[in-house]
């Protein structure tokens, strides 16, 4: 009996060693290149899946709900480059900014504008992508604006996502709308489809992608901002990261694959996709319309 313990002792080491050697290779700091992330062995991306194209739920032929988005796309790549497994963690757009300042992820991929107080809470890497503004509203309230000094009225009411840059375009263009946050950029489109509300600022192709799905959505104008393009946020202090998550942004921007990103999406956010956020088990909540 003695024996048969020392020997199952001595495997067990003998295990117990092995797994020592494969985390010691494997291990912090011994990916492809050396990095430091929050979770070892994995990127932490938090993301804010309200937003087509570039991160939203799109239903697969059973009706479950998958990220998609080419942020989305992006990140896996990235992931993959650096020799890391990709980790998700979908959140509210609002909720974004003071988890980076947390230091609770590695990358913030979520249409992220490079907003120059943000730089407190991350670093920010290139730009990949070059976004615009736009002001929109529903076809039955088209009448209602001619330009974006229109949007400066008093009558009206006149949505942001909150958190967003979006907030600071209504408060320079329309400061004397009633000027309301909702925490979804999806919960904008619902408000201005059932007539709530009647405009909203947004990012001009969320809009357009939004538009493909719902006909009585209508673009007023482009809106200016000053810190155009979407970057990543990476980890305050993470240097190392920083340089490697530029190299595999800029290479697959170079080598084309970011444009299939862009039409994958653009083909996806068209078809069935669902508007909002996830029960805890990773269901569409069954009340949702
Ligand atoms: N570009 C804007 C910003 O950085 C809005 C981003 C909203 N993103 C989202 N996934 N809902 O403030």
């Known amino acids: 009996m003695k024996k048969i313990i020392a020997l199952v002792m001595a495997a067990l ?24 992330t929050v979770k070892e062995g994995y990127l932490t ?5 309200d937003y087509a194209p570039y991160e939203f739920y799109a239903l697969d032929k059973d009706g479950n709900p998958s990220l998609a988005g080419f942020d989305m796309a992006l990140a896996q790549y990235i992931a993959d480059y650096l020799d890391l497994t990709l980790e998700v963690v979908p959140m509210d757009f609002n909720g974004i900014i003071g988890e980076m300042q947390n230091g609770k992820a590695d990358l913030a ?18 730009t990949y992508y070059e976004g615009k503004q736009a002001f929109i509203t529903t076809k039955a309230n088209a009448g209602k604006f001619t330009d974006l000094a229109s949007t400066n009225n008093a009558d009206y009411t006149i ?8 907030v600071d375009l209504a ?17 904008i489109i619902t408000e201005l489809l059932s007539g709530k509300i009647d405009g909203a600022y947004v990012e001009w192709d969320v809009a357009a992608s939004y538009q493909k799905n719902y006909s009585d959505l209508q673009i007023v104008c482009e809106v200016p901002y000053e810190a155009e393009g ?29 444009a299939k990103f862009l039409e994958e999406a ?17 269901k569409v909540p069954t009340d949702a319309g």
């Open 13 to 36: 080491m003998l295990v117990g060693m092995l797994a020592g050697c494969t985390a010691a290779d494997d291990g912090p700091g011994k990916n492809k290149y050396n990095l430091t």
């Open 45 to 49: 991306v938090i993301t804010s899946p």
């Open 109 to 126: 991929m979520a249409g992220l504008s490079p907003k120059p107080e943000r730089a407190l809470a991350m670093d920010f890497s290139d």
């Open 159 to 166: 949505a942001v996502q909150s958190g967003t840059i979006q």
């Open 171 to 187: 408060a320079e263009f329309s400061p004397n709308a009633n000027v309301i946050n909702l925490t979804k950029a999806t919960d």
């Open 230 to 258: 979407n970057v990543i946020g990476v980890k305050k202090g993470n240097t190392d990261l920083m340089k490697y998550v530029n190299e595999a942004l800029n290479k697959c921007v170079d080598e084309g694959t970011f």
């Open 266 to 282: 653009n083909n996806l956010a068209s078809g069935d996709n669902y508007q909002g956020m996830l029960d805890p088990d990773g």
